[in-house]
């Protein structure tokens, strides 16, 4: 088949989760289709690290989209009909380039990589209408059913604000949050109404977005590149994992990444202090890029150490005495706890934080906590008890390989295109 895959952002290198999706994307499909990516690149640093990608395929990069302004954002909440992520990479120059190329060439499949990019799918299939010409088939990946996060931050900010928590930062939160909520579920919905086939990364989001009316689905989940992310791998790259002089709690994600940033502030407030107590040596060490500045205060109140962008994430993985994912908001299967769990890191998590791993077992994959009282008690005996926190990682490998590999996702994905 010819593909031609739309990217929100440049998919290489793969340091997000979104990047690295789209990127084990690009790898599996060019393997046995001819494959164009589309791209948006902010500049031509970003261009020129695309290299890697064109021996896989052919990349076709946009500059931009420029960065959207508090002020514009705040308007167009109020005055546009269209949800914030539909807007963000709204830009005439890209759509100008994926008409010529659909019009030169004929595409058996036009993909859209997320939200952002779904406008660019709905132009298509309104140009389809008007000209009764043929059209690709137009296939939606669905990185999150987009309302149910803005409906779980929405609630979230509102009843901390309600509680007298920082009332008026979290209540303009839960009111913006509140606006997207309603906007992405009519978006959405009609999205899914005008393209062939949704794809979605678990049957949470599935059912989710059936309540909106979808119907045509494929669950093509997240998954992790488990010969990468193993402990072998870095043993015959003879990379170690690292060793920390006291016991270290690890989290990984895109810091300024309002869930990520959520987590950490819950944890930071109401986790850690209890594990302190018994532990007081303890670390929290926060592994990624862009940092918001609610983190910075936190670290340089010797909260949490951020280690900003690393070229690897897998030692700081390995080393982790716990992995927590901590997560209050968000949705769909999250890349870093199958890379965590891939690397056999013990893992203490929010039941939301593994939401849509098929299989996975409280006590036998990781440790489940829901309250914070939960969540300090579940590290402290991860820490008191090496020896249930290696057997937790030996099985979530084992999950891991077994249902969350790309090599089982990627035909998959390609039944969407049947």
């Known amino acids: 088949m010819k593909i031609l895959l739309l990217s929100p952002y440049p998919p290489y290198p793969p340091h997000g989760g979104g990047t690295m999706r789209i990127c084990q994307i690009i790898r599996g499909l060019a393997q046995r289709h001819t494959l164009t990516c589309l791209t948006f690149a902010p500049d031509a640093a970003a261009e020129r690290a695309l290299a890697p990608l064109r021996d896989l395929c052919r990349v076709v990069s946009v500059r931009g989209p420029a960065p959207r302004s508090t002020l514009r954002r705040a308007w167009t909440t109020v005055a546009s009909p269209f949800p914030d992520m539909a807007l963000r990479n709204m830009l005439p120059a890209f759509r100008a380039v994926l008409n010529d190329l659909v019009a030169s060439e004929r595409f058996d499949v036009v993909q859209a990589e997320s939200i952002e990019m779904a406008p660019y799918l709905l132009s298509l299939s309104s140009a389809d209408r008007k000209t009764h010409a043929h059209r690709p088939r137009l296939v939606f990946d669905q990185f999150n059913a987009e309302y149910v996060l803005q409906k779980r931050a929405a609630l979230t900010d509102l009843r901390a604000a309600l509680m007298l928590s920082n009332p008026a930062r979290r209540g303009a939160g839960g009111v913006y ?6 906007k992405l579920a009519y978006y959405e919905r009609d999205v899914m109404q005008k393209c062939d086939v949704t794809v979605v990364v678990s049957e949470e989001d ?36 690292l060793s920390f002089v006291a016991p270290t709690l690890v989290f990984s994600g895109t810091l300024d990444f309002r869930p990520n940033v959520d987590a950490l502030a819950w944890f ?25 500045p609610a983190l910075q ?9 951020l280690t900003g962008e690393v ?3 897998r030692p700081y993985l390995a ?67 090496p ?6 990682g030996a099985a979530a490998r084992e999950l891991a390989c077994a ?13 969407a295109y049947q």
């Not at 669950?219 to 170690?240: I, K, Q, Y």
């Not at 890349?335 to 996975?360: D, Q, Y």
Request: glycine share 10%; hydrophobic share 45%.
């Open 311 to 313: 070229a690897d994430v």
């Open 387 to 392: 020896s249930t926190g290696r057997a937790l």
């Open 206 to 241: 599935r059912r989710a977005l059936e309540r909106l009316g979808g119907t045509r689905f494929v669950v093509a989940p997240n998954g992790v590149d488990t010969t990468f992310f193993s402990r072998a791998a870095l043993a015959r790259e003879h990379r170690a994992p």
């Open 177 to 182: 949050s509140l606006i997207q909520w309603v």
């Open 403 to 415: 249902g969350y590999d790309w090599e089982t996702i990627i035909p998959r994905l390609e039944a």
């Open 297 to 305: 205060r936190l670290a340089e109140q010797g909260c949490l150490v």
């Open 319 to 385: 080393g982790a005495t716990v992995y927590v994912v901590p997560m209050r908001i968000g949705g769909g299967i999250r890349l870093k706890v199958l890379e965590a769990f891939a690397l056999e890191a013990p893992v203490v998590s929010t039941s939301l934080g593994v939401e849509g791993i098929v299989g996975l077992r409280d006590g036998v994959h990781c440790a489940l906590a829901d309250t914070p009282q939960q969540f300090a008690r579940a590290i402290l005996r991860l820490l008191d008890s």
């Open 268 to 292: 930071v407030d109401a986790v850690l202090p209890q594990v302190r107590i018994r532990r007081p040596a303890i670390r929290l060490l926060a592994v990624g890029k862009r940092p918001a």
